[in-house]
């Protein structure tokens, strides 16, 4: 489990570097605007190993003078990678994009206590941005392990009556962190 997480973590860190570059490849988590087919750039005929994957980016941009910032809320970016998630096109394609929704969802949540913890900490930031990195490493790892909960409790979104226990959850969490939402 441990080896696999790590593995993720290394892949996630790749692909963020990859594509963090291009704009056109990131979709910025909204409260209003969802996923849909067209953002996912693969589309299949054929299970994987499920009916869709989607690759998400929790990334930063603070510099040393930002320990005088207030709000970190449009220095932490929480995206959706088109060109690194996939979709089958073949079957049940609503409940994949709830399903994707979900994990970004998810997400945001992660990164709305990274943008919280970067507020908590902001002094930090006069001694330099080390700890930023492990903050972020920190809330990635979270969001990882809370992935793979979801995943089991919800039989990747197909258990029905979790996949709505899970939805009220998270829209509570969110509506807990809305200071620290991007909008803000």
Same mark, same amino acid.
Do not use: C
């Given at each position: +489990?441990? /080896?696999?997480?790590?593995?993720? $973590?290394?892949?996630l860190?790749? #692909? ?8 056109? *490849? ?8 969802? #996923? ?6 693969i589309?299949?005929?054929?299970? *994987? ?10 990334g &930063? /941009? ?5 320990? +005088?910032?207030?709000?970190?809320? /449009?220095?932490?970016?929480?995206? &959706?990678? %088109?060109?690194?998630?996939?979709? =089958? ?15 970004? =969802? ?11 913890? $970067? ?7 006069? @001694?330099?941005?080390? &700890? ?5 490493q920190k809330?990635?790892?979270?969001? @990882? ?5 979801? =995943?089991?409790?919800? /039989? ?5 009556? %979790?996949?709505? *226990? ?10 807990? $962190?809305?200071?620290?939402?991007? *909008?803000?």
């Amino acid at each position: +489990m441990k /080896k696999n997480i790590t593995l993720f $973590l290394v892949l996630l860190q790749t #692909l963020t570097i990859v594509f963090a570059q291009n704009d056109n *490849e990131r979709l910025r988590w909204s409260p209003t605007r969802k #996923l849909t087919i067209s953002d996912f750039a693969i589309k299949t005929k054929q299970v *994987e190993t499920t009916t869709s994957f989607g690759q998400f980016y929790i990334g &930063f /941009k603070v510099k040393g003078f930002d320990f +005088m910032t207030k709000n970190f809320n /449009k220095k932490v970016d929480n995206f &959706f990678i %088109k060109s690194a998630s996939w979709i =089958d096109t073949t079957i049940n394609i609503d409940q994949s994009l709830i399903y994707q929704q979900t994990l970004f =969802d998810i997400s945001e949540i992660y990164t709305r206590q990274f943008r919280k913890a $970067l507020h908590d900490n902001r002094k930090k930031i006069i @001694s330099g941005t080390n &700890f930023i990195e492990e903050l972020n490493q920190k809330y990635i790892t979270d969001f @990882s392990k809370r992935r793979i909960e979801y =995943d089991k409790q919800t /039989k990747f979104g197909t258990d029905i009556a %979790k996949q709505k *226990e899970w939805e009220i959850q998270i829209q509570k969490e969110l509506f807990d $962190l809305s200071d620290f939402s991007y *909008e803000k």
